[in-house]
Structure formats: C-alpha cells, structure tokens
C-alpha cells in the first residue's frame, strides 16, 4: 500500500522542497534547472508514495456538487487557474516594460526626479505608489524600466530588492494591488480591514528607502543628459495604458487579470508594433516561478498554528521562500487573522529574498545577476530589518484586530431545507 514517508517526522515532501530552495540559493545561475528537476522528482514521489494524491484533481480540481450540497463545504478548486494567471501576467508585463522603455516615458519621468540621492528615493515612491492600483509585478517592471534608463543600465542590488520590496509594500493594504489582498477581498474580508496594512508598509518603505536610495546614488547616480526636443511614443502609451487598464479591470470583473492583460496587448498590436522577443528573454524566469510555485502547492500543509500576531510575523518570513498565495488560503480557511497585518507579512516577506514573491521573479529577468541568494540579502540587508520594523510599529500602534472573513451567513433551518431538497433531486436524476 502507498503511504506518505516521514523522515523524523517531517514528510518528506518538505525535505525535498527544502532540497530545491536551497539548491537555488547555491546553484543561482542555474535555478531554471534546480527548479524544474525539484518538481519532477516531487510529482513523481507523490504520485508513488501518497495514494490519495491525484495530478488531474490537485490541478483542474474535483466536482464536489452534491457533497457541497449536504455539508456546505467549498469546492476543492484546482491550481490551474493561479498558474495560468501567473504565466499571462509575467509574460504580459515583460512586454509591458519593454514598451515602457520604448516609449520616451523613463526620459520624461526624468525631469521630475531630483539630481540628488533623492531622486532614487522619488522613483521608490512611485513605484509603491503604483502598485497600490495595479498589480505589484507590473510597478516592479515599470521601476525596474525606468532605473536602466535613468541610471545608465548601471542599477545596484540593494536598489534592485528595493524596487521589489516598493512594489510589495504598495500592494500590501490595497485589495487591488496583490494577488494575495484580492484573494481576500474575494473571500470576503473588507477592503478596509486591510488597508490599516499601510501602516506598516510606509514605515518600512522609509526605512529600506533611504537606505537603498543612498546605495544607488553611490554606486551610479541619475542621468539628467536628454535632448531638449525628446518626443514619446503616444501609440506605446495608449498601449500601456490599455495593458494597465486591462489588467485592472481583469482582476475586478473576473479574478483573471492576465486575460485583461493579454486583450489589451492583442488590441494594441492592431496600431503599435509589440516587442515579442521579449518573451524569450521572460520565459525561462516565468517556468522556474511557476515551478517553484506547483511545488509549493504539492506540500501537505492543511493547517497552521492559531492566528495570532507571533504566526502572522513567521508567516512574513516564510513567505520568502515558500509561495504566499498557498498560505493565504489556507489563512483564510483558518479565519480570524488581523487581515491587514496579514497582508503585509505574507506581501512584504516576500521581498526577502528574489524568489520570495513574482515581483522579484519578473524583475530578475532584467537584471539576472540578482538571482545570487546571498547577494541579495548582504545588499539588501535593509529590506528584512524594515520588514520586522513595519511589523512591530503596525503591532504597537493598532495591536491584533482579527475579523471575520465570511461574506454572508444562511439562516440554519432555510439552508438545511435547501441542501436537503437539492441533495434528494440529485439521488432522484442517478
């Protein structure tokens, strides 16, 4: 019979996954590979050793219709449509930043940042402040274009884990601006039960900001050299409006933002040319993202320790290195967190390290040479200190505010009658 190992009592599947982060961290220049060979071996190993596990259910998921009837228990949802959405979105703001670039926009934006240390510091801001409207991939793309042109292709480490770091802490307390904020506006939680997550966001944002804005005005400062008559592309900035555009109302409408991403980019082919080698430049970057996240999903975590704001605080660390849209499932599931600190352990932790979150994933396949793990964290030393410093100053301020997160509640006796005349319909037809 087929049973799940355990090797000191730690299944073995974590002991695998343990194995591919870390070769990760080691092998950095070939983490396409670790990746990709980390996830055969875990597949095959489930699908040798846990009899109950299933490839087609674990990712199309499972019809539970007349169970769902008489229990009233979700149905179990397959990964397909995170990975799907992860795929188009990486892929759609590749190109979305190739056409940034392309535009004359990163000259114009230009003359509005400082000649100072500040000037990386404005753009940090704006990157957060972008990505409290759109999705936080498409802020990091959109800075990390704009720091190649401005700083003359020469962009520090630091700044790098800065941009993503800006990226997720604009997200964090807005239900539009991370996959994992929206996951919970969806389930049901108020969008101003997360807001308070700026709280910290900010504070962390001034604190790794300055730091990194006065590594990168060190290592190259901004380059203010442009012609006087320096003209932009309308045609590629009605397409990235379109794309941004898209991808909002994607995500509102659908809970499918690639799909807006995708139409807008189709739609701006038909008046503007579209840089599709882009692509190949992205896909290899996308496939390891999208494998280290399958395998994430194939760990057999069904519970977590009760929420309160010690595990909300380990959450932001293990989301550097474990996939935090798993874990807010399983969050939500739960029930009772304080959903805006939540949202800032489990958006912000990732910026730890590169592969923490798809932010860091989409941005290091501009800049590859910040796929060194241990580079990463000595440069970017200031992302994890301003991470625990947010935290503690949102915990100090506002405390643990757990809510619920359930849209509605049925009145019992109703919701019985009607599970049970639905259930005895569905006998009849079989």
Known sequence: MNFPLSILNVRVEFILFALVLIGVAVFHKKTFWVALIGLSVILIYKLIYVNEFSTFEHFFGRDYYLFQQITNKDLRQGEWSILFNLLGLLLGFALLARIFRDSGLPELITKILPSDW????VLLII????SAFLDNIAGAMIGGA????VFNNKVHIGYIAAIVAASNAGGAGSVLGDTTTTMMWIDGV?????FHAYVAAITAMFFFGWFASHQQHKYQHIRHRFHERHKVDIK????????????IVGNILFDMPAAGVWTAILLGMTFTKIPWKEISNAIKGTIFLLCLVTSASLMPVETLPNASWVSAFVLGFVSAVFDNIPLTKLCLE???????????AVGFGGSMIWFGSSAGVAITNEFPEARN????????WHVIVAYILGFFVLYLLMGWEPASNKKHTEPAINCKVEKCSVAVKEINKK
Do not use: C, E, R
């Open 190 to 194: 108020s969008a101003l039960n997360v």
């Open 146 to 149: 704009i720091a190649l042109v």
């Open 373 to 380: 793990v241990m580079l990463w964290i000595k440069k970017g």
């Open 118 to 121: 500040k000037a990386p510091f």
């Open 334 to 344: 739960q029930g009772h967190f304080d959903w805006g600190m939540l949202a800032y």
């Open 236 to 247: 590629k900035i009605t397409t990235i409006i379109l794309i941004l555009a898209g991808a």
């Open 127 to 130: 990157v957060f402040v972008l």
